[in-house]
C-alpha cells in the first residue's frame, strides 16, 4: 500500500473520502460503510458502536437507528460525536468530528420502507438497549407483529429515526513502514471554509 501524500489531497474532505470508500468497497470489504460512533454522555463518559453510513454529502454523514437507545440519550444531552470508519485491512482510518441532529421525518420515511421488510419488523420489535429477559420475548414479539402487519405497508415506529452528523474535522490516516504513517488533517474556519490540510505526525 503507497502512503498518503499532499498531491493525494483534494480540495474538500469527503472526495478523498468518497475514493477511500470505493477502494473498501472494491477491496471486498464486509461492510465498508461500518463506522465507528462515539457519543458522550452526561456524565462525560464516552461510548462507541458501529452502525452503517447510509448516506452523506460534502458536510455530512447519516445513520439509522432507534430514537429511545443509548446513543439517541447521549446525543440529547451532548451532541457532540466522532465517527471513524475502520479500514485497518487496507491500512486505513477515516476519522471525522462533528454535531449530530436528528433527521427529519420525511427522511426517515424514505429510508424505513426501503428496508426488507424483516429488518423493518426487527424495528418495531426492539426497544433497542432496553433490558429484556430472554431472546425469546423478541422473537415472540416479531412473530406477533408480522402477523399484526401482514397486510399493506408497515408504519414507522415513532421511536425509530435517524441522524445527520455534520462534521468540521476529518482526518485520514495512512499506515507505512516503520510506524512512520501518514496523518492529514482537516480544519474548517470559522467561515466554514475547509483550510488547507495540515500534516500530523504519526
Ligand atoms: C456491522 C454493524 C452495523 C450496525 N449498524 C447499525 C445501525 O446502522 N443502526 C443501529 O442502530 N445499530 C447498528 N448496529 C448495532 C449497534 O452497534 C449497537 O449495538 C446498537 O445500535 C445499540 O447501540 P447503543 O446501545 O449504544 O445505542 C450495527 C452493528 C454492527 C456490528
Ligand atoms: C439494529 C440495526 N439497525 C439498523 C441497521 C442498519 O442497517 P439496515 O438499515 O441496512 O438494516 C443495523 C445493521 O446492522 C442494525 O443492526
Not at 33 to 49: C, E, F, L, W
Not at 105 to 120: A, E, G
Amino acid at each position: 500500500m503507497s502512503g498518503l501524500s499532499r498531491e493525494d489531497l483534494t480540495e474538500k474532505p469527503i472526495t478523498l473520502f468518497e475514493k477511500w470508500l470505493q477502494a473498501a468497497i472494491d477491496a471486498g470489504l464486509y461492510d465498508p460503510n461500518a463506522m465507528v460512533v462515539s457519543t458522550v454522555n452526561k456524565d462525560g463518559q464516552p461510548h462507541s458502536r458501529i452502525v452503517l453510513l447510509k448516506n452523506y454529502d460534502e458536510n455530512s454523514l447519516v445513520f439509522f437507528t432507534n430514537l429511545g437507545s443509548k446513543k439517541a440519550h447521549d446525543i440529547a444531552d451532548n451532541p457532540k460525536v466522532s465517527i471513524l470508519f475502520p479500514w485497518y485491512f487496507l491500512e486505513r482510518q477515516v476519522i471525522f468530528t462533528g454535531t449530530a441532529e436528528k433527521l427529519p421525518i420525511s427522511d426517515v420515511l424514505k429510508y424505513f420502507h426501503s428496508r426488507p421488510r424483516d429488518s423493518q419488523l426487527g424495528a418495531w420489535a426492539s426497544h433497542q438497549s432496553s433490558h429484556i429477559s430472554a431472546r425469546s420475548i423478541l422473537e415472540s414479539k416479531f412473530m406477533e407483529l408480522k402477523e399484526k402487519f401482514k397486510n399493506g405497508e408497515i408504519p414507522l415506529p415513532s421511536f425509530w429515526g435517524g441522524y445527520r452528523v455534520t462534521f468540521d474535522t476529518v482526518e485520514f490516516w495512512q499506515g507505512r513502514e516503520n510506524r512512520l504513517h501518514d496523518r492529514f488533517f482537516y480544519q474548517k474556519d470559522a467561515d466554514g471554509n475547509w483550510q488547507d490540510p495540515v500534516r500530523l505526525a504519526p
